[in-house]
């Protein structure tokens, strides 16, 4: 129980005291008790009880109870002092048991002074950043991550918590960090349309303000920086597949706006602080991904057709599905991005699996590799979504020898089995609370 609630009980369970005290004195033991006052005995004549009661009667009595109530409240309020204080020593002894007993970590390369790098992870408790801390923490470089959780999560991160070579800072990136850092990868934005709508003037500010806020500090401790960017510069494209010489077809005033205009800014700050700062920047231009960590409430097509398929649910494909997307796996990127901050290369450059398909056919493919029920309904299209993309790889190829390795299949399915497992936690942790609100001992003591 809180100690709000203790106390609020302690209160009115006092008040019940004190009125059952003041009755019990009034109709009870003050008649046996009275005391002649000290004027009528003088006179000889022993005072009767009276009623209605003399003021000073009735003060007496309410004064006998105060103190009553008092004496109660004071030994409740020792009783409590005394529980938080066995409290306090359980959680002391819970943390250095926790501190004595080693954790178990990922194994680490060993770097030496010269190889090992500092590297800062703005969103790195994120989807893809909690990716990319593994593949360098594993690499064996220590790595800082910045996040201010607002789609990034802990439990991304927390099979690194306490590891000598990683740290995490709860900070906003839209305020500026003062930090020593070699390199910088900032991911820091929500990437998910219903995420990135939802507070568009925050999206504006994180890749404006942040970008700033990074590049400035990239510029102070001459760090090379990666900016993730988009294949959402392109808009909706009327080139096919797009090169990232294609300028893009952005609506400035549109929905997605906030976003596609945001990391335009972004990537015309890097280029501006790279001439004019001389900061060593690298552009990556991010295509549609998937994989796990992927937010259960992420709002885009692979979960939510991945998780509408394991709950039996109606497969929503917005508009009529003959708009494309090109799907990469998250470990495909997590290698470009590392063998793009690697490079001299510093043009933009498309980071993307050029598999395309129709998001009609993806339901289906979905379907089939869940099993289940779920019919495929068309529901109403979003608003200048864009109708058709597919990275051009060969920048990406020539300059980084990088491609994409994971078919689409195996990435599906090593997706589809991290959202089983964490719709089955979910179900655990809704029975496991559903049980312990509806328990007979906190009924008993909820008000
Ligand atoms: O996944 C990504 O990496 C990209 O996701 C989004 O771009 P978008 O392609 O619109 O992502 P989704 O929301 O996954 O939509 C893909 C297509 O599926 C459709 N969709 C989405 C969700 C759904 O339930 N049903 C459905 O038909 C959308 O209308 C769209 O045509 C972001 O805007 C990009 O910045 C990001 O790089």
């Known amino acids: 129980m809180s100690l709000t609630k203790k106390r609020i009980k302690i209160v009115s369970g006092s008040s019940i005291i004190g009125l059952a005290l003041i009755y019990l004195y009034k109709f009870a033991i003050a008649p046996a ?5 000290a004027s009528s005995v003088a006179h000889g004549v022993e005072e009767q009880r009276q009623w209605p009661p003399t003021e000073d009667a009735v003060q007496r009595n309410l004064q006998i109870a105060y103190e009553a109530q008092n004496a109660l409240l004071h030994q409740q309020r020792q009783e409590l002092l005394h529980t938080k204080e066995q409290l306090a020593q359980l959680e002391e002894q819970v943390r250095s048991l926790q501190a004595s007993t080693p954790r178990k970590y990922p194994k680490v390369k060993y770097l030496n002074y010269k190889n090992r790098k500092r590297i800062l992870i703005t969103g790195g408790a994120g989807f893809v950043g909690s990716h990319l ?5 594993i690499q064996g470089h220590e790595v800082i991550v910045v996040d201010n959780f607002f789609t990034g999560r802990k439990r991304n991160v927390e099979h690194w918590l306490g590891h000598e070579n990683f740290e995490l800072i709860h900070h906003d990136i839209v305020n500026p960090l003062f930090i020593e850092i070699d390199e910088i990868y900032h991911l820091a934005s929500p990437a998910s349309p219903p995420h990135y709508m939802y507070n568009p003037v925050k999206t504006i500010k994180t890749n404006t303000m942040g970008t700033i806020n990074v590049l400035g500090l990239a510029k102070r401790v001459m760090a090379k920086v990666l900016i993730a960017s988009t294949s959402e510069v392109y808009g909706d494209p009327t080139v096919h597949p797009q090169p990232e010489t294609y300028w893009g077809h952005v609506n400035p005033i549109g929905p997605r706006a906030c976003y596609d205009e945001g990391k335009r800014v972004s990537e015309t700050l890097s280029y501006a602080y790279a001439k004019q700062e001389k900061v060593q920047v690298r552009v990556a231009r991010i295509f549609n991904t998937y994989g796990p960590r992927m937010h259960m409430n992420d709002g885009r097509v692979v979960s939510n057709f991945i998780l509408q398929a394991l ?3 109606t497969i929503t494909v917005y508009g009529n599905g003959k708009q494309t997307r090109s799907f990469q796996y998250v470990s495909d990127l997590v290698d470009g991005l590392i063998a793009l901050m690697a490079s001299n290369y510093t043009q933009p450059v498309n980071l993307g699996n050029p598999v395309e398909q129709t998001i009609g056919e993806f339901a289906n493919i979905i379907k089939h590799l869940v099993g289940g029920q779920s019919e495929v309904k068309q529901i109403k299209a979003m608003e200048d ?9 060969t ?3 020539k300059r980084l020898n990088w491609e994409p390795k994971v078919p689409l299949e195996s990435g599906l399915l090593q997706t589809i089995s991290y959202f089983r497992n ?3 936690r979910s ?7 559903r049980k312990y609100f509806d328990s007979p001992d906190l009924q008993r003591i909820l008000p």
């Open 33 to 37: 008790t009275s005391v002649p006052r």
């Open 133 to 137: 801390v593994d593949d360098l923490m």
């Open 311 to 313: 709950r039996n649910e």
């Open 385 to 393: 979504d864009p109708q058709r993309r597919k990275p051009d790889i």
């Open 395 to 397: 920048r990406a190829k």
């Open 422 to 424: 964490e719709l089955a």
């Open 427 to 433: 179900d655990r942790f809704q029975e496991s609370s």
